[in-house]
């Protein structure tokens, strides 16, 4: 799946979330471990710190022999493990604590982890950034920062900012204790076991058909209600794996069979129906269906051709697309209005890429709109994105190869890509260029190898 720069939405991925989990129910630096360490922290400075160096002493005197033997067999010494100042361990307390609680309040299951303390964690962490925030600005030494902590005022602070600090201190604790106390984290070995806890709690599963399977064995309650997206586009076969699952009580299917249908390669399989979905054989049964009948995509001179040859003209425009600012422009002249037909006088058909069909001529005027899209784009730097259509591979090929130059910019606001009319599935750009590479001596084209629902996708 591409997410682009959407990175929020890594957070819906379970691989994601266990990664994200994984650190917090190490014993070194998990959950249990930095709460425990922030709460000795600020009840008693000195000793836990006191106890950090005691174990970089032990760390570093355990090796000596090895470091020794090192030195005697002409290897370089190497240097002892240098502690953190007071400050530095503080804040590496600090960060450790933060990323747990948001990683837990993100990712954990909602069954596992209450609302009240979700928020109790909410407001640690504000708390804690708090405190992060007036010790910067107080800029003392590692012994007047150990002060600062056991609330000693005599370094040359204000009374105000070191009420502020103590009473901050406080309520933090408190939180810090009450979390001790109200929230459990589950004794959970590897990621493998992290994985299982969250599928088995999860209230909520985004998967494909397929990969449905797994939740007979990986979820502890039943699952009660199924919805399947494009679901016109699974093969009835396909749309039969989630609908075994125990306990559903309600199924919804939302699709359109009207729209791009299952991809079946053997011709023998096609006759026999083998791609029609569960969705299109109820229809055809006569179960009632609710038709979404407001379009808000296309702009109305587009929409009215497939409104009136699939629809029958039940589709309305919606109040958006019907604004004057939706008619957008991206290049001057009448050619270039909401949709247009060019006329490619002089191409001609070859055979390509597994002898697939392209027509050269129509690559070069697609190369060329699309350079005069850039040059726009340089001029006026709004953002725009292109996708190029093409029912045959070999042209995709051969626009891929002509459009290649401009895919170094994609990041800089302009974008443009080729692909087939399967390929474009549930795409959506600014600009959309139709290559069709053939057609007879009326200007009609043959030899389509697409049907009546590949033409309206």
Known sequence: MKIGKHDDLLDVFLDHRVDMLYNCFLPSTGWKNSLESMISLLDDPESQYNRYLESIKKYDDGNDDKLKKEESDGNLLKDDVVPMTFEEYFKNICESLELCMVNLYTHLPTSQIQLEVAKNMIRARVLLKTLETMLDDAHVANEGLKQVLNDI????????CFTMWSTTRK????LLRSLRLTFILPNLVGKWGIKDFCLENACLVFCTASSSCKLNR???????????????????????????L????????????RQLPAMVKSKISEKANFGRSLFERLV????????????????????LFPNREFYDGQISDAQNVKQRSYEKRFLQGKMYSSYSFISIAHGKEERGHNYSSKNMVEAAVVS????????????????????VISPYKAQVYAIEEQIRKYKTHSDSGFSVSARSVDGFQGGEEDVIIISTVRCNGNGSVVSFPIDKEQMWH
């Open 246 to 257: 125990p306990g559903l009580r309600h199924a919804i299917l939302v699709g359109d069979e």
């Open 284 to 303: 055809m049964l006569g179960h009632h269906r609710l038709l979404l009948d407001i379009q808000y995509r296309m702009h109305p001179s587009i929409s």
């Open 218 to 244: 990986e979820v502890n309650e039943p699952l009660e209600y199924l919805l399947i997206d494009e679901a016109a586009q699974l093969k009835e076969c396909e749309s039969a794996i989630p609908l075994q």
């Open 171 to 174: 309520e933090f604790l408190q």
């Open 368 to 387: 060329e709109i699309v350079s005069k899209l850039f040059k726009r784009f340089l001029d006026t730097r709004n953002p725009v994105s292109i996708g």
């Open 153 to 160: 005022k005599d370094i040359g602070s204000s009374v105000g």
